[in-house]
Every structure is written in structure tokens, then in C-alpha cells.
């Protein structure tokens, strides 16, 4: 796959771009950008992202791409990486704005990431050319892209004075809306996305929240018929809240045995995904 330069100039350039005050003179372009008539939702959030964010941001990245919306986020760890996942998983389409050249993937740990957002028609994106590292002011410098690329961004945790808030304020400044997911209020995590609900960007409860609030009609997503009535326990403490093994054991009364066997058949199957270290979450 060759990578495309596109000049501010080019007609090809996206016009959404051009709403920045500070548009970059070109970017690079991995890959398959949205079209005009694509629906863009940026999912954002801190790299210290805990089990439940980890969780929320997987399942609304997986139900927008279902949805037929472009997932965007920055490929980092945490919050955008699992955004990033739950798109790819979904076979729905994801962009990834990077804070370097697309001659690396930062971080390593992502490459195959990366390899997957390609293969369903995803893109990746940079301002920088060849051989620029990813230093701390250029993540700043990115964030203003994926602000402009977005219709609407979603934050789903954020300290209280989070990377991700300087993303808000870009996506604010353009006139893009902002949504945020609600938090514990006893986490530090969740008092930057708390704050925001508390000024006003719309709580987002579910991804028909988003949907809704593109312009669309929210349709119920049908589930994956059970094949036993433990898988349908599973799904149903999924559903509740439950993410552990431990929980799911000791919540389902299943043995530690008979949790293996089952989890692992819903997995192969597509209807959990692993998170690791113990975490499972619904696809």
C-alpha cells in the first residue's frame, strides 16, 4: 500500500481540514480516507485508562463502525486503542491521527493494530513526513487534526486536566459537538469527562446516544443467539457489568473449569472478546 501526499492546494484535500485557523500545508495518508458523506465520531481518553473505560470505549467503537460510522482516535494505548479494536473487530472502518511519521507505529505495540485498521479499509494519517519521532508538542499538534476530521468527539475518561481536554478545546473552537461518557466520581480518570457533562457536552449512555445524535434512527442491536443457558447467564452478567473471570465465576456459580470451556467457545465464536489479564468484554 502506497502512501499518498495530499497538499492543502489539491482538491482531494479534506474540506474539514480547512475549518482550522492553522491548516497543515499537507498531510500523509495511509490508506482510505472518509468520504464527504461519511458520519466521523472521534473516541478519546487517557492512556491510564482503567477496566471500565477500557470497556465502554471497545463497545462504542464496535457498535458505531456496525453502525456504519468512521471511528477516529490517536492509536495510543488505553482509551484510543481499544476504540481503535472494537471498529476493526466489527469490520467497520477506522482512522488513526499520528503524532509522527507513517514510516514508524508509536507505539510498537500497535503495529498490528495498525495492520488491521488498514485491512478494513481504515487510514492512517500524519502532518509529518518521514523519519519525525513522536515528541510530547507534536501529540498536541495532531490533536487539532483529528478535532477538524471528526463531526462529533467522545470522550470517555479524562482527568481532570487530561491530554484529551486539549482536544475538546480544538473540536469546541470549530464548532464540532462534544459528548462525554459518564464517570465514578470518586475516580480521577472520570473528573475531566464529569466536568464536561457538568458544563454541558451531552452524557452518552449508549452508542444510540451518538447515533441519535448524528441525525440518525438508533436501532437496537440484535444479539447473538445463546448456545446454552450458561452462555446465556455470561452474556446477560456482560451485560450487567461484570467483566472479570473471577466475577463471572463466582456471579454464575460455573466451576473454574466449566468458566474455561464456555468462555473460551464464546470467544472462537465472536462473541466475547479477551481484553487481557482477566477482563472479557461482549462483541
Known sequence: MQISKIDLNQASFPDSLRDLHNPPKSI????????KDDKVVAIIGTRKSTNYGRRVAYQLGSE????????ASGLAVGIDGMAHEGAVDAGGRTIAVLAHGLDRI?????????TAILRTRGALVSEYGFKTIP?????VERNRILAALCDIIV???SAAQGGALLTVNEATNLGRQV???PGNITSEVSAGTNNLIRKGAAAVVSSADIITALGYIAHEAVPVPARSPDEAKLIQ?????ASTSQDLIERSGLSAAQFANIISLMEITGKVRNLGAGQWVRR
Open 237 to 241: 452478567l456482560l451485560g450487567s457489568g
Open 155 to 157: 470522550v470517555v475518561e
Open 106 to 114: 508509536y507505539p510498537a505495540q500497535h503495529r498490528s493494530l495498525a
Open 179 to 181: 459528548m462525554a461518557v
Open 135 to 139: 515528541l510530547p508538542f507534536r501529540f
Open 64 to 71: 458505531l463502525a456496525k453502525a456504519g460510522v468512521v471511528v
Open 28 to 35: 500523509n495518508v495511509l490508506g482510505e480516507l472518509p468520504s
